[in-house]
């Protein structure tokens, strides 16, 4: 055969294999596509069934709160209510117009595109029913639990963290007192989690919900029977545990940091049964954030860039109730605390409310 026969026939074998190429590229691309346009698709049906998930459930879990407070309250409220409802929603929507800015989709939309693109650990295994759900509600509570630790530990967090410690009493709306800051964080940390072990869709829309309820929930000044708490808070924290956590004193306020599941509290080593004084006697917030002007709404979002002048000494209400009789070792030990003073700016402040 011809030397130029035999070129030819080499030349149409590989203007075909080009043509084939490129249509099989062509196909790839369409996939892809196609892919992303249902994923896409998807995401946006489905982000917006989970916000109204949400927000029916967290109208509803408050209203239910609110009338509990009202008709059983634990303590007896020594501020205006009003003016501490309007100060703490006021933190919530700013919260909400912030994540709704910065994270369109939220934690839910990451979970529906790890799904998609079979992201993460739980992705790479096959796991029976509900079995899925459940292993990524409790790792996702466990990380809800060291980041809690973290704020109160590392002195650039707990100035953000100290604004949810600044309300001086407890009621539903604290559950919702946060710094835009704080939120911001926590939410990078929640999407960081789902990448790493690919939790669904359904995991996180769950979680979420009692994330938000919960936190409502055991902020509530509600009035449970001790017998019914004594055995609840072996399965969620209660109110009557989390109040303990937001104590003026130092000691007790690294104590109970669970939100949802109060297990690890017990694991390691952070839990306590109730505070020294009693639910009635205790002091909540921050020794140093008590006055109205400190508390208003602008005043808690400049809250942790204001110099700060830490004063640890007794609790006056402390102080009150022994002189009435009290002669308990606890009572004992919540006064003997020797005083000092310092002047810190927020980057090294003391952890000490």
């Known amino acids: 055969m011809p030397q130029w026969v035999q070129d030819e026939i080499q030349s149409q074998r590989l203007s075909l294999n080009y043509k084939e190429l490129e249509e099989t590229g062509r196909n790839i691309i369409e996939s892809i596509s196609a892919g992303t346009s249902r994923a896409s698709s998807f995401l946006d049906s489905d982000v917006d ?11 509803g879990f408050f209203a239910i709160l609110a009338c509990w407070e009202i008709f059983a309250p634990r303590r007896t409220t020594q501020t205006n209510k009003s003016t501490r409802w309007i100060n703490n929603l006021a933190m919530s929507m700013t919260n909400t117009l912030v994540l709704r800015t910065m994270f369109l989709s ?10 998609t693109y079979e992201w993460g650990i739980l992705n790479s295994i096959i796991w029976p029913g509900w079995s899925e759900i459940l292993v990524a509600i409790i790792v996702l509570d466990f990380v809800v639990y060291g980041q809690h630790v973290l704020f109160h530990t590392l002195p ?4 953000l963290h100290k604004v949810h410690h600044s309300d001086i ?6 559950g919702v007192r946060f710094h835009p800051g704080e939120i911001v964080i926590s939410m990078l940390i929640k999407i960081g989690t789902v990448l790493v072990i690919g939790a669904s869709p359904e995991s996180v829309l769950i979680f979420e919900v009692l994330l938000n309820a919960m936190a409502m929930f055991n902020h509530s000044n509600i009035r449970i029977p001790l017998q019914i708490d004594a055995g609840l808070r072996w399965m969620v924290v209660t109110p009557d545990m989390h109040r303990v956590h937001h104590s003026v004193i130092t000691e007790e306020s690294n104590r109970n940091y669970g939100f949802n599941l109060p297990w690890w509290d017990r694991i390691f080593g952070t839990y306590q049964a109730q505070p020294s004084l009693g639910h009635d006697h205790m002091t909540i917030g921050l020794e140093r954030f008590r006055e109205p002007a400190q508390l208003t709404f602008t005043s808690l979002l400049t809250l942790p860039f204001v110099e700060e002048r830490v004063i640890q000494q007794p609790d006056q209400r402390a102080l009150d109730h022994i002189a009435q009789g009290s002669k308990t070792r606890q009572d004992e030990k919540t006064v003997k605390t020797n005083e000092q003073v310092l002047t810190t700016k927020c980057s090294s402040v003391t952890l000490s409310p």
């Open 169 to 174: 009493e407890l009621d539903v709306t604290t």
């Open 49 to 59: 069934t989970d916000q109204l998930i949400r927000i029916s459930a967290f109208l």
């Open 106 to 115: 939220g934690v839910f939309g990451v979970a529906v595109l790890a799904e």
């Open 156 to 159: 650039i967090l707990w100035c």
